[in-house]
């Protein structure tokens, strides 16, 4: 039987949790006090739109955690079909979480929507996929239980755990913008500019 999806809200402490990740490594959320944390909720390991994402955020990846914000990242990819893949694997040193399972996409509130994958699917699928060839990132047809209507998100946590940014995807192409995880970055233990 199918969970009831609960949002998030802002201001209450982030689900914790303690998995394995595809790198065989141990994963504490609590580990990561006193730093900030971005947590990524991405679809399958074929998806372009998400391997975009995860290719633009590994680029800025250095920069952030100089500045004290780290990233973990989840797929809804079993972890074989995630290690089959030489850009996956290369995700690595961030946390790369299999949850085919989803339980932690229940956890956090993960969207599941026929209607706004297949709209962004029809709107910018050509452009994403041509974009996706160009940088070399993964595009394939969905293996095992992958869902096509999984949604996106991310979040952000201050250095307690707290979610000061929610931003669930209304559409695949819609992400949270990158200047403002750097103004987090650069902000207070809140993350909250100064």
């Not at 944390?37 to 372009?48: D, I």
């Not at 946390?95 to 993960?110: A, F, N, Q, R």
């Not at 000061?164 to 403002?180: A, E, N």
């Amino acid at each position: 039987m199918k969970q009831q999806r609960t949002l998030l809200e802002l201001n209450v402490t982030a689900p914790s949790f303690e998995l394995i990740d595809v790198f065989d490594r141990n994963i504490d959320l609590k580990a990561y006090r006193g730093k900030k944390v971005l947590v990524g909720f991405f679809r399958h390991a074929g998806c372009p739109f998400c391997n975009l994402r995860i290719h633009l955020l590994q680029k800025h990846s250095e920069a952030w955690k100089a500045l004290g914000l780290e990233l973990i990242f989840f797929f809804e990819s079993g972890k074989s079909t995630l290690l089959r893949s030489i850009f996956h694997k290369e995700v690595s040193p961030i946390p790369l979480i299999s949850d085919p399972e989803k339980i932690w996409y229940t956890s956090y509130g993960i969207e599941e929507s026929l209607s706004k994958s297949r709209a962004s699917h029809l709107t910018s699928f050509i452009q994403t996929a041509i974009k996706a060839k160009i940088t070399g990132v993964p595009l394939h047809l969905m293996a095992e239980n992958e869902a096509f209507g999984t949604m996106p998100a991310e979040f952000l946590l201050d250095t307690n755990q707290i979610i000061r940014k929610i931003h669930y995807s209304k559409g695949l192409t819609d992400r949270m913008s990158i200047d403002y995880i750097y103004d987090f970055a650069k902000g207070d233990e809140r993350g909250v500019l100064r």
